[in-house]
């Protein structure tokens, strides 16, 4: 009877697939035997270990995984007897539950071994029977996912403090002297209802991230008019026919004051002075959160 031939990798275009929906790199691959704590019989898998991940594909056809396994967090592996022959068993002891693993063959037992503990104790283990090209494979394996940690940690940290940024207005960056936390149509009420303490108020967008700014004209007849500000990297940019950049929110008051000769004022309303919006007349240098309202 003729050996069994091991499995091929699988195709390129299932590969990509697998690699779009988990993003994480592929260390090892092959069939196993798995039985899960809710298992009452081992499943047999299709299983990659891509990250500190096991992915289980009911075949090597499947793009889509059927089961995974975080093991990140592995407490330790356990070599578990085997009266069958040439198979490996071992269980993979997890804070909150414990797999058993099962093997076609001792040979690829020693390498989902050495690719397991390699991932999870940034490591390669000193007691596992693998050739030497195997144990260059586990060599290239540790740099690949030392690298990959570093990575994410990077890019969380960048993540957190681009949050950090978005939601507040820094204490050191005061805003405009007319920005109010008030809605559109608050907005439009104030400027009815004081038209002595200014004609122009920049207020939060429809959106966590811009701007918009409402004024109160009186040529014929008393008008309101809103105005959006986009903001744009470093730079905030009036919507107008012929769009405005300019460098700072500050700038934007400036140019509508300048443009209209005067005629538009900025909304300033003295702690003594009643307006009619009470909490949300809070503001300019103090931090705020920014908060969506309707535009």
Known sequence: MMAKKPPKPAPRRIFQERLKITALPLYFEGFLLVKRSGYQEYEHYWTELRGTTLFFYSDKKSTIYV?????????CLT?????????????????????????????????????ILTVTELSVPQNVSLLPG??????????????????????????????????????????????????????TEMLQKNPSLGNMILRPGSDSRNYSITIRQEIDMPRIKHYKVMSVGQNYTIELEKPVTLPN??????YFVKETRGTLRPFICSTDENTGQEPNMKGRSEKLKKSPHIA
């Open 79 to 115: 070599d578990k007897n085997s009266t069958e022959k040439n198979c490996a068993k071992f269980t993979l002891v997890l804070p909150k539950e414990e797999v058993q693993l099962k093997t076609e063959n001792t040979e690829s037992g020693e390498e989902w071994r050495g690719f």
């Open 134 to 187: 195997q144990v260059i494979k586990l060599h290239e394996v540790l740099e690949r996912e030392k690298k990959r940690r570093i990575e994410t940690e990077q890019s969380t940290s960048l993540e957190k403090e681009k949050e950090s940024t978005e939601d507040y207005v820094d204490v050191l960056n005061p805003m405009p002297a007319c920005f109010y936390t008030v809605s559109r149509k608050e907005a």
């Open 67 to 75: 089961d995974k396994l975080d093991i990140v967090d592995l407490t």
């Open 249 to 254: 929110l500050f700038s934007v008051i400036d």
